[in-house]
């Protein structure tokens, strides 16, 4: 889709020429602020903050928060919400209620993308840019054209999510509603189970333009193919030629066929914010998750009704606290209009597992072409070899020639030697690999770690397969666990290793592989690969490979231990060679 690629990349181009300079007043962000689950990770994140501003990898003159959940209960992205607005008037006083704020929820131990556990899924690295665009960077380009035709109010989106979108040039998305204000884009009905879907008012025009604006009757929330066509969501394709649907999540649709309009991110004026931080005030601390698209959506529109306020199916946990909760959540923002922006032409991307990144960065090209990724971003990798279809993605690292990497998989911010073949659909991160045969679908992350003062690392390395939630109760049970799709049990066996409660970190009630005590500590970043190539091998071979005379952490304490200050210096050291190396190769063509 030309407009799209073209809209997007202006809109790059525009952030590029922003980054490192003072922002003129109403053209960008008053305030971004990013959540984050704990002190642990506030840390990290306002490092990395300091460091881009510091490079001048960001628009200055910014006011750049990073707001923390408090300690106990998980609160969800709509505890986050009223927590941060809390934040912002205890900050500013009366003074927030004339700013635009751009909140993005990146709280959360992307258990199901493990290489953006530790920094950030908010700094995850894409490959695009020079210096390298996290998707910090990117959803700051995408949102560029907003804060300029946005009233004060705060923009909530998620840290794993990219919106593309292309309007008429004499066109904008406005947010200047009472209310909320939430953006539309066209979904298969499968894409519609997984998020939230718009019944829009049938009084609406049906003009089919790029950009239209709507009033939403009511908004469901994960609905099944049913209730949408239950509620009227459903619309049929005619031939008024709207664009092939997002491929996003979404595949193209044919002519005529059914689709749904589905969220992604939504807008709150002053007034409705101040009514949400007013009513967190009176309910004091939260004791439940409180979803902020499930639970503040659902309530929002002329047909809004309490019913989903009593279903639990979506839940994790369900307290006692969280019905009454979301009963006095409808009851204040009942009548409160939803109005919705519809993007016809437009894609929402999600990459917060390991499969969706390994699809957008290395086989689907739609992405790729709509955003100008690069199979080879900022990075020494002399022999990038061209595949039709699917091609390996190499971000901020350095590969010796003599490597191989496998198309279908991505490495970042490593080091690779000569001897070193990477198999198909993997994922290396943060490591230096000096000889090794990884085989397909593998997944490796190194952390460099402070324990008891002294500088360590750890590499936690399992199959793409692996679900990394997937818990047991008890010891037992342990065989029903797999690690590399081999009987975790008969790993321990292989490892040397005795299945007790000892083995695992955290609650002895959910044992799983995020929280086995498997990986061992080295003094060295590439004796830590080493060790844990071993233990992936010797699982494959089923061959004995003792760690018993080791110190192990699971991956859950190697997040406690984290050393962010080092593994930012590793990257920086990575950075300046790249640097070098470009400029000797430069002046050698000149």
């Not at 035709?149 to 200047?176: Q, R």
């Not at 307290?319 to 894609?347: A, W």
């Not at 008890?474 to 975790?488: A, H, M, P, R």
């Not at 060790?531 to 992936?536: F, W």
Request: charged share 20%; aromatic share 10%.
């Amino acid at each position: 889709m030309a407009s799209l690629r073209e809209a997007t990349l202006r809109k790059l181009q525009l952030f590029s020429e922003m980054r490192g300079k003072p922002v003129v007043s109403g053209k960008f962000w008053d305030v971004v602020a990013i959540t984050a689950a704990d002190e642990k990770q506030e840390l990290a994140y306002k490092q990395q903050l300091s460091e881009k501003l510091k490079r001048k990898e960001l628009p200055l003159g910014v006011q750049y928060h990073v707001f923390t959940d408090p300690a106990g209960t998980k609160i969800g992205n709509g505890g986050s919400t009223l927590f941060s607005l809390q934040c912002l008037e205890n900050l500013y006083g009366d003074k927030w209620n004339s700013f635009t704020v751009l909140l993005i929820h990146s709280g959360g131990y992307s258990q199901r993308l493990p290489n953006a556990s530790a920094l950030g899924k908010i700094f995850t690295a894409l490959p695009l840019g020079e210096p390298i665009y996290q998707m910090l960077e990117l959803k700051l380009a995408m949102y560029m054209d907003f804060p300029s035709h946005m009233k004060p109010g705060v923009l909530v989106t998620c840290a794993d999510d990219i919106e593309l979108y292309s309007i008429g040039d004499s066109e904008y998305v406005a947010f200047d509603q009472p209310g909320f204000t939430a953006l539309a884009h066209p979904s298969s009905l499968a894409v519609g189970t997984t998020h939230g879907v718009f019944v829009l008012n049938s009084a609406s025009s049906s003009q089919h333009g790029d950009l239209e604006y709507k009033q939403c009757h009511r908004f469901l929330h994960k609905p099944s193919i049913e209730k949408m066509h239950h509620f009227n969501a459903v619309h049929r394709r005619g031939s008024f030629g709207l664009q092939d649907l997002s491929r996003g999540d979404t595949a193209s649709l044919p002519l005529h066929s059914e689709y749904v309009y589905t969220d992604s991110l939504f807008y709150m004026d002053h007034k409705s914010a101040k009514k949400l931080l007013d009513f967190y005030e009176s309910v004091g601390p939260l004791h439940c998750e409180i979803d902020a698209y499930g639970d503040f959506l659902q309530a929002l529109g002329p047909g809004a009704t309490a019913e989903y306020t009593r279903n639990t199916s979506h839940v994790t946990k369900e307290e006692s606290q969280l019905l009454d909760m979301r009963q006095k959540i409808f009851h204040l923002l009942k009548g409160t209009p939803l109005n919705v922006v519809v993007l016809n032409n437009s894609r929402f991307y999600h990459i917060g597992t390991t499969e969706e990144y390994l699809l957008h960065f290395t086989s689907d090209s739609t992405l790729r072409s709509e955003l100008g990724l690069q199979s080879s971003a900022f990075s020494v990798f002399p022999n990038v070899p061209e595949y039709p279809r699917e091609t390996p993605c190499v971000i901020h690292s350095i590969l010796d020639s003599g490597c191989y990497v496998a198309p279908g998989s991505v490495v970042e911010y490593s080091r690779l030697g000569p001897e070193v073949s990477i198999g198909e659909k993997c994922i290396i991160s943060g490591s230096v690999i000096v000889k090794a045969v990884l085989p397909p679908y593998s997944f490796m992350c190194s952390l460099s770690l402070q324990i008891n003062g002294h500088l360590e690392y750890s590499t936690m390395v399992f199959g793409m397969q692996d679900n990394l939630k997937s818990s047991v109760k008890t010891i037992s049970d342990l065989k029903k666990l797999e690690f590399y799709g081999v009987c975790f049990q008969s790993c321990l066996d292989i490892w040397n290793l005795k299945a007790t409660e000892e083995l695992f970190s955290g609650s002895k009630t959910h044992l799983s592989l995020w929280t086995a005590r498997i990986f061992p500590v080295c003094p060295s970043l590439s004796e830590s690969v080493a060790v844990s190539l071993g233990m992936l091998s010797a699982v494959q071979s089923h061959s004995p490979f003792s760690l018993s005379n080791f110190k192990l952490l699971s991956i859950q304490e190697m997040l406690l231990y984290k050393d962010v200050q080092n593994m930012l210096a590793y990257r920086e050291q990575i950075f300046l060679e790249i640097s070098s190396n470009k400029k000797q190769s430069d002046s050698e063509k000149s």
